[in-house]
């Protein structure tokens, strides 16, 4: 059995124009990069509320480069050679000997040196011979290095400084800086992306083999004001458990033992008198591209490393090879299963097993010799369970987080980095403390004008309050669906729908009939609305205005065929409830599930009464959107969310839905058209009083900081192309603010212990924390707001990036509306993390995935193949094979109410 290539270190993909994506540049080409349209510029800094001093995880760096720095293009091979490959040219002896030791490899196509070479250097690099073997096939690489440029540092420090703007080479120095911090710990530690893992770092099995490591998170931004910052944090990433294949295929499969495993994985009867896998075997693609070794009692190659291509549908004792007798000259066919008995004395136990293929041809193994040897990324979606262990082994809180970060920073050891000591770039090691604001907290209004002022607690109760306003009409024609359960009883549903129609009177719901029809449903979660909702309909003699159905668990699956069939089919809104909540009929879950109900039914929770902020003007729209992509390997297709807000004060919101391609990030204007028309229409009617909005905010989600300029360039244009539309083709003169709203980044907080000005019980920033210096970016509008309570770990606030302002607010206008607005979140009584607008397309595009045109025979997995590699035009719908969504139905106007949350 040969031989196969060693493992690697992660190596990042150099990609400049997406390198900094924290200072407003994009992913086109660089020759496009100047056609881009100017940003919002910072219009001063918020002075409401009260200064508040903070620790941000970021090392100011101290020391910038001033050596001359000579960048080298590198070519190895063909110019296309696998990772493997070029990292071993580069690290072999021949490179070393005619380049030099003394240089940083992007693992990709550029080196830098403070060492100048002189000319070209193109050489021939046999890697067999680098391992002092002869290789019978030709395992020769060219390498050439080709001086090209020195770095110019001084612009980039002229950029950092304000004196500049952002440009190729300033790209390109804030690029090889990024390299310069990364080259030792990409040695010392497994790398990924910009998280460096260790063995021995924490970690903690999440089940299904898989463990998750705790790794140090760093990157270099320039901050406001003009200076370098070095962000530290914790990172979290799930690895392959290091056990036998076998244990991992168990544990994948979720099977009881090896035993099991070779039942589930027998081929089956194809009907044409072949074989075929069964369903089971097509999991066992998960381990494609994994990396495995061999240990059986006298294995040849024990250190070898192999990587998986797939597995044969066939096992050890079908499975045959020929044989050559060195001394006889004679070949003798014989299976892997007698193979290994007589050529090592190792008989199988597992040989009904399939075959494991290797990525080098003609190399099979049993999978019962095969071990995972070393830490490997996970990169699968982690199920239910997992996710939930994952989240609790993430999970810290301050004083724990801040302590990592601190030794995360030790840990890097820069002081002592030969690399950083050598270029000149020396960084603090003590964290950065900023100046800022906690803004005043808004009123809540109730109906009946209660108010409430939760001050920096950011929670409240429904106790006597009253809805701010009720269901649009009383609730006349409704049902109760149970699905037979050992949990709850007939005594028990009785009692709750009590309590459910006291509740909701207290609350000032309009209940016209407090008896519900309640029955039994079909175990078939299709078959259950279907019976529902004619039962309803024919006790009441009129069209069912809510369905409720109890469940026995979650069941994620059950839970969206409910949905499907009540959205798509029936167009009723519906509400799911737990079997053990119902039976334990606790008024406080009650009041929670109400305030669902009564935004389904038309009604508004509550809304803020603010002293501080405008307010919206009249006329002002408010349209939030993102894009959910499915996890990796997933045929189910991307999701674009939007909503738009129903009333004057941003509170109720309509949403849309539709599929966007395979892993689309902007919305086509295909899409935009489709599902914006009908939600405009129905603003201008009622909102507008019959025009078109004035301003419109438009809070974008999922886009990172190069994509800012498509967002600009495509979507926001798309939306005025579709206003001029609906104008009677007249030019809309209205005002657009585009906010980008982000969670995905690694700033945290730690306010001093025991400052009751800024912590809360917990250590974390109180609700109302804005920062806008120090860790925010020099050269637009952005800034971080803690918005919400943490209920565990440590907060994480929201990155707000102000792209186009037209309305020119100032800082107070734009940030405390923000921070208000995220106490108008229909079903919660706290503040939330996220502006209302975004996080209600984020529940659409999670709900609407139940509205997919697929059986649901195809299972939970569902969606349509996509194919590979299209590229529509911006204007034109993802060229794609994803089947437009179902509709929501017609019927009681479903599409225009809260039916997602």
Same mark, same amino acid.
């Given at each position: 059995?040969?031989?196969?290539?060693?493992?690697?270190?992660?190596?990042?993909?150099? @990609?400049?124009?997406?390198?900094?994506?924290?200072?407003?540049?994009?992913?086109?080409?660089?020759?496009?990069?100047?056609?881009?349209?100017?940003?919002?510029?910072?219009?001063?800094?918020?002075?409401?509320?009260?200064?508040?001093?903070?620790?941000?995880?970021?090392?100011?760096?101290?020391?910038?480069?001033?050596?001359?720095?000579?960048?080298?293009?590198?070519?190895?091979?063909?110019?296309?050679?696998?990772?493997?490959?070029?990292?071993?040219?580069?690290?072999?002896?021949?490179?070393?000997?005619?380049?030099?030791?003394?240089?940083?490899?992007?693992?990709?196509?550029?080196?830098?040196?403070?060492?100048?070479?002189?000319?070209?250097?193109?050489?021939?690099?046999?890697?067999?011979?680098?391992?002092?073997?002869?290789?019978?096939?030709?395992?020769?690489?060219?390498?050439?290095?080709?001086?090209?440029?020195?770095?110019?540092?001084?612009?980039?420090?002229?950029?950092?400084?304000?004196?500049?703007?952002?440009?190729?080479?300033?790209?390109?120095?804030?690029?090889?800086?990024?390299?310069?911090?990364?080259?030792?710990?990409?040695?010392?530690?497994?790398?990924?992306?910009?998280?460096?893992?260790?063995?021995?770092?924490?970690?903690?099995?999440?089940?299904?083999?898989?463990?998750?490591?705790?790794? !140090?998170?760093?990157?270099?931004?320039?901050?406001?004001?003009?200076?370098?910052?070095?962000?530290?944090?914790?990172?979290?990433?799930?690895?392959?458990?290091? %056990?036998?294949? %076998?244990?991992?295929?168990?544990?994948?499969?979720?099977?009881?033992?090896?035993?099991?495993?070779?039942?589930?994985?027998?081929?089956?009867?194809?009907?044409?008198?072949?074989?075929?896998?069964?369903?089971?075997?097509?999991?066992?693609?998960?381990?494609?591209?994994?990396?495995?070794?061999?240990?059986?009692?006298?294995?040849?190659?024990?250190?070898?490393?192999?990587?998986?291509?797939?597995?044969?549908?066939?096992?050890?004792?079908?499975?045959?090879?020929?044989? $050559?007798?060195?001394? =006889?000259?004679?070949?003798?066919?014989?299976?892997?299963?007698?193979?290994?008995?007589?050529?090592?004395?190792?008989?199988?136990?597992?040989?009904?097993?399939?075959?494991?293929?290797?990525? &080098?041809?003609?190399?099979?193994?049993?999978?019962?010799?095969?071990?995972?040897?070393?830490?490997?990324?996970?990169?699968?979606?982690?199920?239910?369970?997992?996710?939930?262990?994952?989240? &609790?082994?993430?999970?810290?809180?301050?004083?724990?987080?801040?302590?990592?970060?601190?030794?995360?920073?030790?840990?890097?050891?820069?002081?002592?980095?030969?690399? /950083?000591?050598?270029?000149?770039?020396?960084?603090?090691?003590?964290?950065?403390?900023?100046?800022?604001?906690?803004?005043?907290?808004?009123?809540?209004?109730?109906?009946?004008?209660?108010?409430?002022? *939760?001050?920096?607690?950011?929670?409240?109760?429904?106790?006597?309050?009253?809805?701010?306003?009720?269901?649009?009409?009383?609730?006349?024609?409704?049902?109760?669906?149970?699905?037979?359960?050992?949990?709850?009883?007939?005594?028990?549903?009785?009692?709750?729908?009590?309590?459910?129609?006291?509740?909701?009177?207290?609350?000032?719901?309009?209940?016209?009939?407090?008896?519900?029809?309640?029955?039994?449903?079909?175990?078939?979660?299709?078959?259950?609305?279907?019976?529902?909702?004619?039962?309803?309909?024919?006790?009441?003699?009129?069209?069912?205005?809510?369905?409720?159905?109890?469940?026995?668990?979650?069941?994620?699956?059950?839970?969206?065929?409910?949905?499907?069939?009540?959205?798509?089919?029936?167009?009723?809104?519906?509400?799911?409830?737990?079997?053990?909540?119902?039976?334990?009929?606790?008024?406080?879950?009650?009041?929670?599930?109400?305030?669902?109900?009564?935004?389904? /039914?038309?009604?508004? $929770?509550?809304?803020?009464?603010?002293?501080?902020?405008?307010?919206?003007?009249?006329?002002?729209?408010?349209?939030?959107? @993102?894009?959910?992509?499915?996890?990796?390997?997933?045929?189910?297709?991307?999701?674009?969310?939007?909503?738009?807000?129903?009333?004057?004060?941003?509170?109720?919101? =309509?949403?849309?839905?539709?599929?966007?391609?395979?892993?689309?990030?902007?919305?086509?204007?295909?899409?935009?058209?489709?599902?914006?028309?009908?939600?405009?229409?129905?603003?201008?009617?009622?909102?507008?009083?019959?025009?078109?909005?004035?301003? %419109?905010?438009?809070?974008?989600?999922?886009?990172?900081?190069?994509?800012?300029?498509?967002?600009?360039?495509?979507? !926001?244009?798309? !939306?005025?192309?579709?206003?001029?539309?609906?104008?009677?083709?007249?030019?809309?003169?209205?005002?657009? $603010?585009?906010?980008?709203?982000?969670?995905?980044?690694?700033?945290?907080?730690?306010?001093?212990?025991?400052?009751?000005?800024?912590?809360?019980?917990?250590?974390?920033?109180?609700?109302?924390?804005?920062?806008?210096?120090?860790? =925010?970016?020099?050269?637009?509008?952005?800034?971080?707001?803690?918005?919400?309570?943490?209920?565990?770990?440590?907060?994480? *606030?929201?990155?707000?990036?102000?792209?186009?302002?037209?309305?020119?607010?100032?800082?107070?206008?734009?940030?405390?509306?923000?921070?208000?607005?995220?106490?108008?979140?229909?079903?919660?009584?706290?503040?939330?993390?996220?502006?209302?607008?975004?996080?209600?397309?984020?529940?659409?595009?999670?709900?609407?995935?139940?509205?997919?045109?697929?059986?649901?025979?195809?299972?939970?997995?569902?969606?349509?193949? !996509?194919?590979?590699?299209?590229?529509?035009?911006?204007?034109?719908?993802?060229?794609?094979?994803?089947?437009?969504?179902?509709?929501?139905?017609?019927?009681?106007?479903?599409?225009?109410?809260?039916?997602?949350?």
């Amino acid at each position: 059995m040969s031989t196969s290539k060693d493992s690697k270190k992660s190596v990042p993909k150099t @990609d400049d124009l997406a390198l900094f994506r924290h200072m407003h540049v994009t992913d086109q080409p660089a020759e496009q990069f100047f056609a881009r349209k100017d940003l919002a510029k910072r219009p001063g800094y918020n002075t409401t509320g009260k200064e508040i001093s903070i620790a941000v995880n970021s090392y100011p760096i101290l020391q910038f480069p001033t050596k001359k720095v000579y960048q080298y293009d590198v070519h190895i091979g063909n110019g296309a050679e696998k990772r493997v490959v070029v990292q071993k040219v580069w690290n072999s002896k021949t490179r070393r000997a005619k380049v030099g030791a003394n240089f940083i490899f992007d693992g990709n196509k550029l080196a830098w040196s403070l060492v100048p070479l002189n000319k070209e250097v193109n050489v021939v690099v046999d890697l067999d011979a680098e391992q002092g073997r002869s290789g019978r096939t030709s395992n020769t690489f060219r390498l050439v290095v080709r001086p090209t440029k020195q770095v110019n540092l001084a612009i980039v420090e002229e950029y950092v400084r304000g004196n500049g703007s952002i440009s190729k080479e300033v790209l390109e120095g804030l690029s090889f800086l990024d390299h310069v911090l990364r080259e030792t710990p990409s040695n010392k530690f497994i790398s990924i992306k910009r998280s460096f893992f260790s063995e021995n770092n924490p970690k903690a099995s999440v089940g299904g083999g898989v463990f998750a490591y705790k790794g !140090i998170y760093q990157a270099i931004r320039v901050v406001n004001p003009g200076r370098l910052a070095l962000n530290i944090d914790v990172s979290n990433s799930c690895f392959w458990a290091l %056990i036998s294949l %076998i244990s991992a295929a168990i544990e994948v499969l979720e099977l009881r033992d090896a035993q099991q495993l070779m039942n589930w994985t027998k081929p089956v009867d194809d009907g044409l008198g072949g074989r075929a896998p069964s369903q089971k075997f097509h999991h066992l693609s998960r381990f494609h591209k994994l990396a495995v070794k061999a240990s059986y009692k006298g294995c040849p190659c024990p250190d070898k490393e192999w990587v998986i291509k797939g597995f044969l549908l066939a096992n050890a004792k079908e499975y045959t090879m020929d044989i $050559t007798d060195r001394a =006889t000259g004679k070949t003798r066919t014989m299976s892997i299963f007698d193979y290994f008995k007589s050529r090592y004395n190792v008989v199988l136990t597992y040989w009904e097993l399939p075959l494991v293929q290797m990525t &080098k041809k003609g190399v099979v193994y049993p999978m019962e010799v095969l071990a995972i040897h070393r830490p490997q990324k996970f990169p699968f979606k982690l199920n239910e369970l997992q996710t939930a262990s994952m989240i &609790k082994f993430a999970v810290t809180r301050p004083a724990e987080r801040r302590k990592a970060v601190e030794e995360s920073k030790a840990n890097l050891a820069h002081n002592a980095d030969p690399v /950083l000591n050598a270029f000149g770039l020396k960084i603090s090691d003590t964290m950065m403390m900023t100046k800022a604001r906690l803004l005043p907290n808004p009123e809540i209004q109730f109906g009946g004008n209660q108010k409430v002022n *939760p001050g920096t607690a950011g929670r409240w109760d429904l106790r006597g309050k009253k809805f701010y306003t009720k269901n649009t009409k009383p609730l006349t024609s409704w049902g109760v669906g149970v699905f037979r359960s050992r949990h709850v009883s007939q005594a028990d549903v009785e009692r709750f729908v009590d309590a459910f129609v006291r509740a909701y009177q207290g609350h000032g719901g309009v209940v016209a009939s407090a008896r519900p029809f309640v029955g039994e449903v079909e175990a078939d979660p299709a078959k259950a609305a279907y019976s529902l909702f004619h039962s309803t309909g024919n006790k009441f003699n009129q069209r069912p205005e809510l369905l409720i159905f109890i469940v026995m668990d979650k069941n994620a699956f059950h839970y969206s065929r409910i949905k499907k069939s009540c959205d798509c089919r029936f167009g009723v809104p519906s509400q799911v409830l737990q079997a053990s909540q119902v039976a334990k009929c606790n008024g406080q879950y009650i009041s929670n599930v109400l305030m669902k109900v009564n935004a389904k /039914l038309g009604g508004t $929770t509550a809304r803020v009464a603010s002293k501080i902020t405008k307010g919206l003007a009249p006329y002002t729209m408010i349209i939030g959107a @993102d894009v959910s992509h499915s996890s990796p390997g997933s045929f189910a297709p991307s999701m674009a969310a939007m909503t738009v807000s129903m009333d004057q004060f941003g509170g109720r919101y =309509t949403a849309t839905c539709e599929t966007n391609g395979e892993r689309v990030e902007m919305i086509s204007q295909a899409n935009i058209k489709s599902m914006l028309t009908p939600l405009f229409r129905e603003w201008i009617a009622t909102v507008g009083q019959g025009r078109v909005p004035h301003n %419109i905010y438009y809070f974008r989600d999922g886009v990172s900081e190069g994509q800012f300029q498509q967002v600009l360039q495509q979507e !926001i244009p798309f !939306i005025r192309a579709l206003l001029k539309d609906l104008n009677q083709g007249a030019e809309w003169k209205g005002k657009v $603010t585009v906010v980008v709203a982000s969670k995905r980044h690694h700033i945290r907080a730690f306010p001093q212990p025991g400052d009751r000005n800024a912590a809360d019980k917990n250590a974390n920033p109180l609700p109302g924390t804005l920062v806008e210096k120090d860790v =925010t970016g020099a050269h637009g509008w952005d800034f971080f707001l803690w918005s919400h309570i943490a209920l565990q770990g440590t907060s994480r *606030p929201v990155h707000y990036h102000v792209l186009v302002d037209e309305m020119n607010h100032q800082p107070k206008d734009l940030q405390n509306m923000i921070y208000e607005h995220c106490y108008q979140y229909m079903r919660s009584t706290t503040s939330v993390s996220l502006f209302p607008a975004v996080y209600y397309a984020h529940l659409a595009s999670n709900r609407a995935r139940a509205h997919e045109n697929v059986p649901a025979s195809s299972g939970p997995r569902s969606g349509p193949q !996509i194919k590979q590699g299209s590229n529509p035009p911006p204007s034109e719908p993802p060229k794609s094979e994803n089947r437009q969504l179902l509709p929501i139905a017609e019927g009681d106007r479903l599409a225009y109410k809260m039916w997602y949350i």
